[in-house]
Nanobody
């Protein structure tokens, strides 16, 4: 069975940091692009970051560039999102997503999804 399980969310102060993890199983992780999306209440799900399957190229939404870092450990089937200098507008449910293809900002490009982890940035 395909599984993507996010962890690491929680409540953090503005300016603080969190590291999200995504544990993957049941599909060809090494040949998949892995992305992070987020969704705030009443808003569309938006792409945050992606790491490619081939050369490890990374991509970031303009809103998080310089603050978030995506990485993967192939041997552990793990993907991480290090989030620094967090802002209240980063508050959302964060999802990891995977597809045996290219990085994309489009939700429909990804075949596999986790259930999400809540990130709340508040004083």
């Amino acid at each position: 069975q395909v599984q993507l399980v996010e962890s690491g969310g929680g409540l953090v102060q503005p300016g603080g940091s969190l590291r999200l993890s995504c544990a993957a199983s049941g599909f060809a992780f090494d040949y998949s692009a892995i992305a992070w999306f987020r969704q705030a209440p009443g808003k569309e799900r938006e792409g945050v970051s992606c790491i490619s399957r081939s050369d490890g190229s990374t991509y970031y939404a303009d809103s998080v560039k310089g603050r978030f870092t995506i990485s993967r450990e192939h041997a552990k089937n793990m993907v991480y999102l290090q989030m620094d200098s967090l802002k209240p507008e980063d508050t959302a449910i964060y999802y990891c997503a995977a597809d045996e293809g290219r990085c994309s900002v489009l939700v429909r490009a990804y075949r596999y999804w986790g259930q999400g982890t809540q990130v709340t940035v508040s004083s």
